[in-house]
């Protein structure tokens, strides 16, 4: 059986996210398996080009919307879109 990467366990978490639903970065790390890795976890999504993978949902625990790799903005829309409360 194989080990699961980080990044693959990012992608499974953020993946099970539902819509209208939102997860902070440090509790995406936390359910990975490495609760110090919330920066790491953002290094991941900035990967993300899946829109399978719904990393529009991933937020910062300030309450701010964080980074997205198709503009702010774009993440903006697509959760008002999905009614998350942002």
């Known amino acids: 059986m194989s ?9 499974a978490v953020v993946g099970k996210i539902p819509r209208g ?5 440090k509790e995406v790390a ?5 609760p110090r890795a919330a920066r ?7 990967t993300n ?3 399978k993978i ?14 997205y790799n ?3 903005a774009n ?3 697509i959760l008002k879109k999905e009614k998350a409360l942002i």
């Open 3 to 11: 080990m699961m990467s980080f990044r693959e366990k990012v992608f």
């Open 30 to 34: 936390k359910r990975a398996g490495n």
């Open 70 to 72: 198709r503009g702010i």
């Open 75 to 77: 993440k903006r829309k």
């Open 49 to 51: 080009f899946d829109p």
């Open 54 to 67: 719904p990393c529009h949902r991933v937020v910062q625990s300030d309450g701010g919307l964080g980074g």
């Open 40 to 46: 790491a976890v953002g290094a991941v999504l900035r």
């Open 21 to 25: 639903k939102t997860m902070t970065y």
